[in-house]
């Protein structure tokens, strides 16, 4: 597998130690010469200097980084200010979101929708950026039905987004099918899989009832009958997610972008496998 189509997922961190951290775990990653590193952000821009900043220590590493921007929330002068920073500082790659309305706000904010958000950027900034939009295999937790939630999908990218990544998922033929659906909307972009390695139960039954990402019931059966032996959870996830990419890369992925909740060993591991 070639590392051109390879992507990792930071957050950034609230603490000076977790900054360390994460320059450990960076370094770590960037051993791995991924394509690019992501960083997400808060609810509500809380962390978006905290985005920024982590943003701009993996480009003075020399590597590509691209912040994630969510418009729920934000005016289009908020957005342009960003934007404009994020030119000035050379950032050439974004993850457009609609993003998570922060807890205790009303319906607010000047874009409901990340297609509006994807066209705002591309009326700022012309074509400065490569716009990267959220796909979601299983469907969207609030979307109506899955051909709305195909028709948003279709959305963003007639307003211009470059490609996609999905919601991570561990059933290979929701992304084939949905891959299948957008292909048949005309909507020709890369749909890169998100990819998230399996190392703790309770977080991952956590995550996934927040998201709406299936876990398969044969999997979910095993992980919960290792109890608190997280050695075994380890190896099984490893293998699970493993044969996971396997199929979607001989499947035609275009590419992986793996989750790394600021981890390097699962997501080494699963990358060293891959390669052999």
Not at 129 to 137: C, G, Q, R, S
Not at 237 to 265: I, R
Request: proline share 5%; net charge neutral; aromatic share 10%.
């Amino acid at each position: 597998m070639e590392t051109h189509n390879f992507s990792i997922e930071f957050f950034p961190p609230k603490t000076a130690e977790g900054a360390d951290k994460l320059r450990a775990v960076r370094s770590k990653l960037a051993e791995l010469q991924p394509k690019y590193f992501s960083v997400t952000f808060g609810a509500g821009g809380t962390t978006q200097q905290g985005t920024l900043q982590t943003v701009l220590e993996i480009k003075d590493a020399g590597f590509d980084a691209a912040p994630h921007l969510s418009c729920i929330g934000g005016t289009r002068e908020s957005l342009r200010a960003i934007l404009q920073e994020f030119k000035a500082k050379g950032i050439r790659r974004v993850v457009a979101l609609r993003g998570d309305l922060p807890s205790g706000y009303g319906a607010g904010g000047e874009f409901r929708y990340a297609n509006e958000l994807v066209e705002f950027i591309r009326q700022e900034t012309g074509d400065w950026f490569h716009i990267e939009v959220a796909a979601y295999p299983e469907m969207h937790p609030q979307a109506r039905s899955p051909q709305d939630d195909l028709q948003a999908f279709a959305r963003k990218v007639q307003a211009g987004a470059n490609s996609a990544i999905t919601q991570y998922f561990y059933n290979p033929d929701a992304y084939f099918q949905f891959v299948d659906n957008v292909r048949k909307l005309g909507v020709d972009v890369p749909v890169v899989a998100g990819i998230m390695p399996i190392t703790n139960y309770t977080q991952l039954m956590r995550f996934s009832d927040m998201c709406g990402a299936e876990i398969p019931r044969w999997v979910r059966v095993k992980l919960a009958s290792f109890g608190d032996d997280s050695a075994s959870i380890k190896a099984f996830g490893l293998d699970v997610v493993t044969g996971l990419c396997e199929k979607l890369l001989a499947g035609g992925a275009p590419g992986l972008h793996f989750y790394s909740m600021n981890q390097a060993a699962a997501t080494t591991a699963i990358w060293q496998r891959l390669v052999k």
